[in-house]
């Protein structure tokens, strides 16, 4: 985490955040610390801290200027107030501020969750033993088909967004943000596009999909269980088998090629299979898995979409770049468009 501050960080004025949450937040109390929580590279999130050590989180959008419809706030909080009351473990929501006076764009604060945040090999090795890294996995995959279970009109999100052709609808959106912020040329990824739209396969039902659904995204306790979803800011509704391809995309395997893959938290003996994840959620979901592959592919795709967007965000000077290795991150699009060729071919 960044250090702790009382004024002076990136996307937070002070004074003005500080008002608005002793004002609507009423367990806390002043003075507030705000300390940057680091981790990803899409909305930014704080950690704020009273003086009685009470802890609540702020996520807000990123610094710069940006595309239309993304880095929705309001989304955001919509998803978390809903599924609250469900079996779907995330935050609490406390409260939404769309008041962009107060520290320059709209953000959000709900409660924060005890637990561990697997980013990599190591934590995952000092935190669980072997039997309790298998338990991750399916608690994964299990929490996956918990969220894709709830009934979207009784929670109140069924007008979320359109239910039909979520595959088609998320190709030309991912399509339109990269061409609205592209900072290199990736050819193979405009043919893969063409290539998607014409292979999709019919949609089997609606449900609240995640859109970034993978370990980093979520919290867990210290049996293994998932305690907590994070960084819905993508959700919507539409086709729950998307949200398993990326989950598979993301779950590494030794002997696995992809940038940056070798310190995945997957990687430690003792985790579950790719295989074994979408088992334990076929059996529970009772949805038929045989077009996986194209959701896969369709995961890398839209996942080098978005890495090009974070990398053309570093270039223009949108993110601080201290620590980044952003020609990585702008190789890593070109990989995940391999591999989304790869999986098409397959």
């Excluded at 709209?106 to 072997?130: C, K, N, R, W």
Aim: glycine share 12%.
């Amino acid at each position: 985490m960044g250090g702790v501050s009382r004024g002076g960080l990136p996307g937070i004025e002070a004074a003005g955040v500080e008002a608005w949450l002793r004002n609507h937040i009423a367990v806390l109390r002043g003075p507030l610390a705000f300390e940057s929580i680091a981790g990803g590279h899409s909305n930014l999130t704080y950690l704020v801290t009273d003086r009685g050590g009470r802890r609540v989180v702020l996520r807000r959008p990123p610094l710069g200027e940006l595309l239309p419809g993304a880095h929705d706030m309001g989304r955001e909080y919509r998803a978390i107030s809903a599924l609250g009351p469900t079996e779907v473990p995330v935050p609490e929501a406390l409260g939404l501020c769309d008041d962009h006076s107060v520290t320059g764009a709209p953000f959000y604060v709900m409660s924060f969750v005890e637990g561990h945040v697997l980013h990599d090999e190591q934590i995952a090795t000092e935190v669980y033993g072997a039997g309790a890294r298998r338990r991750v996995g399916l608690s994964l995959a299990e929490t996956l088909e918990a969220l894709h279970s709830v009934d979207i009109d009784a929670v109140g999100v069924g007008s979320l967004g359109r239910r039909d052709d979520y595959v088609g609808r998320q190709l030309r959106r991912w399509h339109r943000q990269y061409d609205a912020s592209r900072a290199m040329p990736v050819p193979l990824l405009d043919e893969l596009y063409e290539t998607l739209l014409d292979v999709r396969p019919p949609q089997q039902k609606a449900s609240l999909v995640h859109g970034d659904y993978r370990l980093g995204n979520c919290i867990t306790d210290d049996r293994g269980e998932i305690a907590a979803i994070l960084d819905w800011e993508i959700c919507t509704l539409g086709d729950p088998l998307a949200d398993v391809g990326y989950m598979l995309v993301t779950w590494a395997e030794p002997g696995d090629e992809h940038h940056g893959i070798s310190v995945a938290p997957s990687m430690a003996p003792g985790f579950a299979t790719r295989a074994e994840l979408l088992e334990r959620y076929a059996s529970a979901s009772g949805l038929d898995l045989s077009a996986i592959r194209f959701y896969v592919a369709f995961s890398h795709w839209k996942s080098a979409c978005i890495t090009e967007g974070v990398y053309a965000r570093y270039v223009k000077g949108q993110k601080p770049t201290t620590g980044i290795d952003t020609e990585a991150i702008g190789a890593g699009v070109e990989v995940q468009a391999r591999l989304a060729a790869q999986a098409l071919e397959s």
